[in-house]
């Protein structure tokens, strides 16, 4: 769909939804990011699935990458506060098809491992788009995701136990580089025209029967 045409569609499906609405998303966007991007091999336990989803809600990171090998990523939706509805998740069936589209986007694609020779987090490089991947409960990563990634990251630890949760480890991580960007003269927000889908699916997600009156806009 034409730039413009876009334009006008949300234009139009904007006025089914509240002013305060509407200020909300217009807000909350010019905070939005493609820059960092979080990939979860296998991740099967809702309740973490849940809290990811809040957290790169939370930190501006608008897409999640989900390899789906062995389990389906299902996340609960009173964890995750709606969360889902914010967020663009993209599937995939192995850690290779992911990593290959992944760089055709210009990622450079980023393990994390307690275990790994790795950069500690804070001093991982952020001068091109990252990609964090994390592996499932208890099992970490898999071989092929440590094999054919670009760089590995580590989360300094000073206690007795060797790893945090999935989903504290996500945060952490996400925290970090956000602010690390923030901070930054780096161009991390989003481009016009990456701004213009996102607000469009927004106001997707904000309007009762919108498949209905987006069909109404065009049959105009």
Same mark, same amino acid.
């Given at each position: 769909?034409?730039?413009?045409?876009?334009?006008?569609?949300?234009?139009?499906?904007?006025?089914?939804?509240?002013?305060?609405?509407?200020?909300?998303?217009?807000?909350?966007?010019?905070?939005?990011?493609?820059?960092?991007?979080?990939?979860?091999?296998?991740?099967?336990?809702?309740?973490?699935?849940?809290?990811?989803?809040?957290?790169?809600?939370? #930190?501006?990171?608008?897409?999640?990458?989900?390899?789906?090998?062995?389990?389906?990523?299902?996340?609960?939706?009173?964890?995750?506060?709606?969360?889902?509805?914010?967020?663009? #998740?993209?599937?995939?069936?192995?850690?290779?098809?992911?990593?290959?589209?992944?760089?055709?986007?210009?990622?450079?694609?980023?393990?994390?491992?307690?275990?790994?020779?790795?950069?500690?987090?804070?001093?991982?490089?952020?001068?091109?788009?990252?990609?964090?991947?994390?592996?499932?409960?208890?099992?970490?990563?898999?071989?092929?995701?440590?094999?054919?990634?670009? +760089?590995?990251?580590?989360?300094?630890?000073?206690?007795?136990?060797?790893? #945090?949760?999935?989903?504290?480890?996500?945060?952490?991580?996400?925290?970090?580089?956000?602010?690390?960007?923030?901070?930054?003269?780096?161009?991390?927000?989003?481009?016009?025209?990456?701004?213009? +889908?996102?607000?469009?699916?927004?106001?997707?997600?904000?309007?009762?029967?919108?498949?209905?009156?987006?069909?109404? #806009?065009?049959?105009?």
């Amino acid at each position: 769909m034409d730039i413009k045409v876009k334009k006008k569609l949300i234009q139009y499906l904007s006025e089914y939804v509240t002013d305060n609405k509407l200020e909300k998303i217009n807000q909350i966007i010019q905070d939005r990011t493609h820059y960092v991007t979080v990939v979860l091999e296998d991740l099967f336990h809702p309740h973490n699935a849940s809290a990811i989803t809040r957290s790169a809600d939370c #930190f501006g990171v608008q897409d999640v990458h989900l390899i789906e090998q062995r389990h389906t990523f299902s996340p609960t939706k009173s964890i995750a506060k709606g969360a889902g509805k914010w967020v663009d #998740f993209y599937k995939h069936k192995n850690t290779k098809t992911c990593y290959d589209k992944l760089r055709e986007q210009g990622y450079k694609i980023v393990a994390t491992s307690p275990h790994k020779k790795a950069y500690p987090l804070h001093d991982l490089p952020i001068d091109q788009k990252v990609a964090l991947v994390f592996g499932a409960e208890a099992m970490g990563l898999t071989d092929q995701a440590f094999d054919l990634a670009d +760089d590995y990251v580590t989360i300094p630890m000073y206690g007795f136990t060797e790893s #945090f949760n999935v989903s504290v480890s996500v945060a952490i991580c996400l925290y970090d580089i956000i602010q690390r960007l923030r901070n930054s003269d780096i161009n991390w927000r989003l481009s016009e025209q990456e701004l213009v +889908d996102v607000r469009l699916n927004w106001i997707k997600s904000s309007v009762r029967a919108a498949e209905a009156l987006e069909k109404k #806009f065009f049959q105009k």
